[in-house]
């Protein structure tokens, strides 16, 4: 029996809201100020959740956003705030 030739690699790579809806038990929600936006997408990339969505903007899916902050905190142009959710 030969060896296959097809190498395959085991990539960990989280779902889009791996850890379900979280919009009802979040604290605070990250804000997006699209005039400091300098569509870098390091938000995109880096978002744990993969609920930074890149159309012509970035935006966020609040449905499964966890709210922790992670792009708020890389965002090299400070344009992500976090704030308090209201009900
Ligand atoms: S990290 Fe900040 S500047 Fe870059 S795309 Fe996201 S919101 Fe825009
Ligand atoms: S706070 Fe930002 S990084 Fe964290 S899940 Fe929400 S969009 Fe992704």
Redesign the pocket.
Known sequence: MGLSKELVLPISKPSRGASGKTGTWRVF??VIDLQKCVKCWQ?WL????E??LADDVPT?DYDY????????KICPAKAIT?VEERE
């Open positions: 929600k990250p938000c880096l978002c744990p959740e609920t930074i966020v956003c966890k709210g922790c902050g992670v792009c708020a976090m």
